[in-house]
């Protein structure tokens, strides 16, 4: 086994290679949301469910160490950033490199890339020098891909996927495209693992955990999901049955239910 392989395997731990990521990233494009108002508070929330691995930007993991039990975790340090601040949010730059990733003690390192953009050319090309530093390294790279809105999201979400597989991507992050057959269609297209992303907040925790039992029965690979994650309630709980589900030992519907049920018990 070389270096990328080994890390994979922290990364996608569970059965046929499945994973559950937690990016808190979000602190660069829109500030402390709610949720991340202390980061280190939420990964040690994440941490306790039982998360493969976290997403989070190089300022923040250079810290971790600083906090008890939260250096053993397995951290991905994204390299790509831009605010809602400016007109060119679409436009994501490269603010951090590979070797900085593996200085800090990460076991990866992800981009994110918008298709369908004006800034969508300088994206690519960045794209493929991480890439080609990943490969030198033996670091495993998260492509997170999203396309413009569209009257056909499966198949362009589709084409996002197998661009990132072309270019270099070990793992690809993609919107859920709405059905298991639509997901089942995208990971038909690639050979490598594909995870959901959570889009924006859904404060329905039984739609929520649904959707993710949906991509596994269309064969995602797992989750790569934070806002419907980090700003519930009860992180702990979230992380924790969604992790059940990638090992196949709970039904959705006891998830569902063991949440609501330990909620209830800490409210009453």
């Known amino acids: 086994m070389n270096g990328k392989e080994?890390?994979?395997?922290?990364?996608?731990?569970?059965?046929?290679?499945?994973?559950?990521?937690?990016?808190?990233?979000?602190?660069?494009?829109?500030?402390?949301?709610?949720?991340?108002?202390?980061?280190?508070?939420?990964?040690?929330?994440?941490?306790?469910?039982?998360?493969s691995a976290i997403v989070l930007h190089k300022g923040n993991l250079s810290k971790v160490g600083q906090f008890?039990?939260?250096?053993?975790?397995?951290?991905?340090?994204?390299?790509?950033?831009s605010t809602s601040l400016g007109q060119y949010q679409s436009e994501k730059v490269l603010v951090g490199t590979v070797e900085e990733a593996i200085k800090l003690g990460a076991v990866g390192v992800s981009i994110h890339v918008n298709l369908g953009v004006d800034a969508e050319p300088g994206m690519l090309r960045d794209f493929g020098i991480v890439s080609e530093k990943c490969n030198d390294w033996g670091m495993?790279?998260?492509?997170?891909?999203?396309?413009?809105?569209?009257?056909?999201?499966?198949?362009?979400?589709?084409?996002?996927?197998?661009?990132?597989?072309?270019?270099?991507?070990?793992?690809?992050?993609?919107?859920?495209?709405?059905?298991?057959?639509?997901?089942?269609q995208i990971n038909e297209s690639v050979n490598i693992p594909v995870?959901?992303?959570?889009?924006?907040?859904?404060?329905?925790?039984?739609?929520?955990?649904?959707?993710v039992d949906e991509s596994l029965y269309g064969g995602s690979s797992g989750v790569s999901i934070g806002r419907n994650i980090f700003q519930?309630?009860?992180?702990?709980?979230?992380?924790?049955?969604?992790?059940?589900?990638?090992?196949?030992?709970?039904?959705?519907n006891e998830c569902v239910n063991y949440v609501n049920q330990n909620i209830y018990q800490l409210l009453g």
Request: aromatic content about 6%.
């Open 195 to 211: 995870l959901i992303a959570g889009g924006t907040r859904i404060t329905e925790l039984n739609e929520f955990l649904h959707i």
């Open 68 to 81: 008890s039990g939260l250096s053993d975790a397995n951290y991905i340090m994204h390299i790509s950033a």
């Open 232 to 252: 519930h309630e009860q992180t702990k709980l979230v992380v924790e049955v969604i992790c059940k589900l990638l090992e196949n030992k709970w039904h959705v």
């Open 6 to 51: 080994i890390r994979l395997a922290r990364i996608l731990p569970f059965p046929n290679r499945r994973g559950c990521i937690v990016p808190i990233d979000h602190g660069a494009t829109y500030g402390p949301i709610a949720g991340l108002e202390n980061c280190y508070d939420a990964i040690a929330e994440i941490k306790k469910g039982g998360a």
């Open 140 to 184: 495993p790279l998260l492509a997170m891909m999203y396309t413009e809105p569209s009257d056909h999201p499966v198949e362009d979400t589709a084409h996002a996927a197998r661009l990132a597989q072309e270019i270099g991507a070990d793992i690809v992050k993609v919107n859920y495209p709405g059905s298991a057959e639509g997901m089942r």
